[in-house]
C-alpha cells in the first residue's frame, strides 16, 4: 500500500533562512506526488507536483521539490523564507485506479518562520 | 467563483443531533471527496464519488451518509453526532486521467464541534 512519512512535524527557522521540509514515500508503482499548503483556517492549496519528466519542480511562492526515486524522497525547499510561508505544509501521493483515485497524504509539518 | 465551496463554514451542535455538510464544485470534475482534519491536522479520506457513483468508503462508522445528486455536488449528512467527530471537514475535487495525476481542488473546510 502507498503511504507518506513526513519526517519532521514542526521545523522552526528564522526569516529569510532556507529550509527543507522532508517527504518519504512508499509506492510499488508509477507515483505522483504533490506538496499542498495550509493557512491558519484555511483549505489546502496547491504548491507544486510531480508527475514525471524533471526531476525537480518548481511551485509557488519560490518553493521547490526534488522528486528522488532511489532514495523514495520528494523534499521541499526554499532558499529564504519570508514571515508570510508560516503554515501547515502537506505532501501527498496520489493512488490512481483507472480512471480515479485518491491522494494519500503525510502527518503535515508546521513551518514555523520567526522574525 | 469559488471553485470548491462548501456550506456553512461552522457548525456547532449538542451530541446526539443530526448535521449536513453541503459541497459544490464548479470546475466540471467527475470525482469528488470528504476528507476529515483531526485536531492533529491529520487528513484522512472519507468517501469518493465519480460521476456520482460511491467508490471510497473508507471504514466509516454508518453515522456518516454521503450523497451526490449529482456530479457537482456532495453532500455529507451525520447522525447522532458523537464528541470525536468534532473535526474539519473539506471537500475536494478531481479531474483523474489525463496528465492531472490526481491533483485535488479543496474547498475552505467546514468546522463541526460537537459538545
Known amino acids: 500500500a502507498q503511504s507518506v512519512t513526513q519526517l519532521d512535524s514542526q521545523v522552526p527557522v528564522f526569516e529569510e533562512a532556507p529550509v527543507e521540509l522532508r517527504c518519504n514515500y512508499s509506492s510499488s508503482v508509477s507515483v505522483y506526488l504533490f506538496w499542498y499548503v495550509q493557512y491558519p483556517n484555511q483549505g489546502l492549496q496547491l504548491l507544486l507536483k510531480?508527475?514525471?519528466?524533471?526531476?525537480l519542480v518548481k511551485g509557488i511562492n519560490g518553493f521547490e521539490a526534488e522528486f528522488n526515486k532511489s532514495q523514495t524522497s520528494f523534499h521541499l525547499r526554499k532558499p529564504s523564507v519570508h514571515i508570510s510561508d508560516t503554515a501547515e505544509y502537506f505532501c501527498?501521493?496520489?493512488?490512481?485506479?483507472?480512471?480515479?483515485?485518491?491522494?494519500?497524504f503525510g502527518q503535515g509539518t508546521t513551518l514555523q518562520v520567526k522574525p | 467563483d469559488t471553485a470548491v465551496s462548501q456550506t456553512p463554514k461552522y457548525l456547532v451542535t449538542q451530541m446526539g443531533n443530526d448535521k449536513s455538510i453541503k459541497c459544490e464544485q464548479n470546475l466540471g470534475h467527475d470525482t469528488m471527496y470528504w476528507y476529515k482534519q483531526d485536531s492533529k491536522k491529520f487528513l484522512k479520506i472519507m468517501f469518493s464519488?465519480?460521476?456520482?457513483?460511491?467508490?471510497i468508503n473508507e471504514t466509516v462508522p454508518n453515522r456518516f451518509s454521503p450523497k451526490s445528486p449529482d456530479k457537482a455536488h456532495l453532500n455529507l449528512h451525520i447522525n447522532s453526532l458523537e464528541l470525536g467527530d468534532s473535526a474539519v471537514y473539506f471537500c475536494a475535487s478531481s479531474q483523474f486521467g489525463g496528465y492531472s495525476g490526481g491533483e485535488l481542488f479543496f474547498g475552505e473546510g467546514s468546522r463541526l464541534t460537537v459538545l
Open positions: 464519488y465519480n460521476n456520482k457513483e460511491l467508490i
Open positions: 510531480y508527475l514525471s519528466g524533471s526531476t
Open positions: 501527498a501521493v496520489s493512488v490512481v485506479s483507472g480512471n480515479t483515485g485518491k491522494l494519500i
